[in-house]
């Protein structure tokens, strides 16, 4: 693979996301794919050569960056490629008129997605599926007050919690305007990174309002959960609870998929560890943040964990927090496992 890049931005932190992209690829056994925002083409080369897609349409608005775009598609012999360089609102009208539906996306913009992403969902049917990035970190982590309702529909507070619930407020903006569409849809997995989330769905034939509600931290005790209704005090503490609605409640990822792209990912040992880990991660609402807690001493989180196991509990570590524990533990049982295991 022969890159040439000068204009164009090339973070090379994101070389995991990039992967697991093309692993999602492979494992959607898709063979074309749209790239909203294809930058110098160093996504669009790989999922030309390692994701053997039949055709890539990758679209690149920046005129300079077009040109490398071009370059990186010439050098390494991509014969299936269209190019474009257009603004995607006008692009996406257009093949939306024109009927055209993709079964791969990829859209990765600069900072939020939320502008895009109904024009781009215009572009997609049931059974379809987008890998979706969004680099607009102050507001999904709570730290922008008006942005998140704005951008994003819903409140996110500013709480330990915050890789998750950005998360979460991320997937409910797409739910939201898939569900205006008469979709619905499935997250099969995601990637938590400092700068930036990526989330893979696929869309299904009927909005699940099931997986939306309300999701609270208290920030007296540590307690937190989702569900349908406020309820305003905490059952443990009786402390006042922060919430983040409506927002996504329902499931984070798909171990069925996740298992079809680890037997693609023999070449990337990252993508490989990392596919691994999500694996055996509970998929439960939000953790246990041990670095919140003024208990005393904490033990490491395996040994709570092993504990937690003992007692009949799913617990096990989250990729959101080298300190976090999922777990279908009530807090205060937590706390006397945390201190039994010192």
């Not at 913009?109 to 970190?137: A, C, H, N």
């Amino acid at each position: 693979m022969k890159l040439y890049i000068k204009e164009g931005f090339y973070n090379p932190k994101g070389e995991l996301a990039r992967r697991l992209g093309v692993l999602a690829f492979l494992a959607s056994s898709s063979d074309e794919v749209f790239e909203a925002f294809a930058g110098s083409g160093v996504r669009t080369v790989m999922y030309g050569i390692f994701g053997r897609a039949k055709k890539i349409w990758a679209n690149e608005g920046n005129r300079r960056v077009f040109c490398e775009l071009k370059a990186n598609v010439l050098i390494n012999y991509l014969d299936n490629v269209i190019l474009t360089n257009s603004d995607i609102f006008r692009l996406s009208l257009k093949l939306s008129i024109e009927g055209k539906k993709f079964k791969f996306l990829d859209l990765d913009p600069f900072g939020s997605p939320s502008k895009y992403l109904p024009y781009i969902l215009l572009l997609v049917e049931p059974g379809s599926f987008l890998y979706l990035t969004s680099t607009d970190m102050p507001t999904l982590v709570g730290n922008r007050r008006g942005d998140d309702w704005r951008l994003y529909g819903t409140y996110i507070p500013k709480i330990p919690l915050y890789p998750e619930m950005g998360l979460r407020a991320l997937i409910y903006k797409v739910w939201n305007i898939a569900s205006s569409l008469g979709m619905g849809i499935r997250v099969l997995f995601y990637l938590f990174e400092r700068y930036a989330y990526r989330v893979f769905f696929q869309f299904t034939n009927s909005p699940n309002v099931d997986n939306v509600g309300f999701a609270y931290y208290c920030r007296n005790c540590g307690n937190f959960g989702v569900g349908k209704k406020v309820i305003g005090v905490c059952e443990n503490c009786g402390g006042n609870l922060t919430y983040s609605g409506n927002t996504w409640i329902g499931r984070l990822k798909d171990n069925r998929f996740l298992s079809n792209m680890l037997a693609f990912s023999d070449s990337w040992e990252d993508a490989r560890e990392y596919i691994s880990e999500l694996l055996e991660e509970p998929d439960l609402p939000f953790y246990y943040e041990l670095s919140t807690f003024r208990i005393g001493r904490i033990p490491k989180r395996d040994r709570i964990i092993y504990a937690l196991r003992e007692r009949g509990f799913v617990a096990g570590r989250t990729t959101f927090s080298k300190t976090g524990i999922k777990s279908d533990v009530p807090i205060g049982e937590f706390i006397r496992a945390a201190f039994s295991s010192t």
